[in-house]
């Protein structure tokens, strides 16, 4: 088992240990920094401080997750790149496209852990026999977390071979996690017309639940044809569609 992250180290430390306890408001005061909400133009949260107080301010027109979600990344902040002044937008919170030497993405990975502790998460998805998006939801509805979030914790537990896949219509924007499966076992840049996602994305249609394919219809590699996997499309904010594909064994070395 892995130590604890600093995210996950701030929880231990108050004696949390169960997700209703998880109180970021409370959590940030404690590290002496305070969190409001009010309407922002431009910005999902921002921080301001000096070494040892700080102001949170969250967009309060954001939904209830997103705003979980904010004040988590901004804690991450005040604790990883204390002495900044950071204005975050929408594409900088939440953003899996960033590199991991990213601050934003450290804000993330940090407020990941904060609302979805692994020493929690993980006794939870071993009673998961299947990654679905009904079981997910459930997960998430315990942690107050959004439904990605929890996808993107359960894929880096390394306990399903789940490989999360995000599209526009201009192609693949990102898919996680990368460095699991073996290398050829990338996602095709473009959506084949076969897909559920697909038809999500360009004609409105399409069907959530769990669909097996032919893997040259997510991989491009030579033989892909030969394997199965198992595809559940849904609609992300922004003309995106996320897909969980369940991968067969031998794409993972």
Same mark, same amino acid.
């Given at each position: 088992?892995?130590?604890?992250?600093?995210?996950?180290?701030?929880?231990?430390?108050?004696?949390?240990?169960?997700?209703?306890?998880?109180?970021?408001?409370?959590?940030?005061?404690?590290?002496?920094?305070?969190?409001?909400?009010?309407?922002?133009?431009?910005?999902?949260?921002?921080?301001?401080?000096?070494?040892?107080?700080?102001?949170?301010?969250?967009?309060?027109?954001?939904?209830?997750?997103?705003?979980? *979600? #904010?004040?988590?990344?901004?804690?991450?902040?005040?604790? =990883?790149? @204390?002495?900044? $002044?950071?204005?975050?937008?929408? %594409?900088?919170?939440?953003?899996?496209?960033?590199?991991?030497?990213?601050?934003?993405?450290?804000?993330?990975?940090?407020?990941?852990?904060?609302?979805?502790?692994?020493?929690?998460?993980?006794?939870?998805?071993?009673?998961?026999?299947?990654?679905?998006?009904?079981?997910?939801?459930?997960?998430?509805?315990? *942690? #107050?977390?959004?439904?990605?979030?929890?996808?993107?914790? =359960?894929? @880096?537990?390394? $306990?399903?071979?789940?490989?999360? %896949?995000?599209?526009?219509?201009?192609?693949?924007?990102?898919?996680?996690?990368?460095?699991?499966?073996?290398?050829?076992?990338?996602?095709?840049?473009?959506?084949?017309?076969?897909?559920?996602?697909?038809?999500?994305?360009?004609?409105?249609?399409?069907?959530?639940?769990?669909?097996?394919?032919?893997?040259?219809?997510?991989?491009?590699?030579?033989?892909?044809?030969?394997?199965?996997?198992?595809?559940?499309?849904?609609?992300?904010?922004?003309?995106?569609?996320?897909?969980?594909?369940?991968?067969?064994?031998?794409?993972?070395?």
């Amino acid at each position: 088992m892995r130590a604890p992250t600093a995210g996950e180290r701030m929880l231990i430390d108050l004696g949390i240990s169960e997700p209703k306890e998880i109180d970021l408001e409370a959590i940030a005061c404690c590290h002496g920094a305070f969190v409001e909400y009010e309407p922002l133009d431009g910005c999902e949260a921002m921080i301001v401080g000096d070494d040892k107080h700080a102001i949170i301010t969250v967009n309060s027109r954001s939904g209830d997750e997103r705003r979980r *979600f #904010s004040v988590a990344h901004e804690i991450g902040h005040w604790h =990883l790149h @204390r002495g900044r $002044r950071l204005f975050c937008s929408a %594409v900088d919170i939440g953003n899996p496209r960033h590199d991991v030497l990213n601050p934003e993405r450290q804000a993330d990975d940090f407020a990941s852990d904060l609302i979805l502790p692994d020493f929690m998460v993980r006794p939870r998805a071993m009673k998961i026999r299947k990654v679905t998006i009904a079981a997910v939801d459930e997960l998430a509805g315990e *942690f #107050s977390a959004s439904r990605t979030a929890t996808l993107i914790k =359960l894929a @880096r537990l390394d $306990r399903f071979p789940i490989m999360l %896949v995000c599209h526009d219509r201009n192609g693949l924007r990102w898919w996680s996690p990368q460095n699991r499966f073996a290398g050829w076992w990338r996602p095709s840049r473009q959506l084949d017309t076969q897909t559920y996602a697909y038809e999500m994305l360009f004609n409105d249609a399409g069907d959530p639940h769990p669909h097996k394919m032919p893997g040259d219809a997510w991989f491009d590699f030579k033989g892909a044809d030969r394997d199965e996997v198992i595809e559940q499309s849904f609609r992300l904010p922004g003309d995106q569609i996320l897909t969980i594909l369940t991968l067969p064994e031998r794409a993972v070395p």
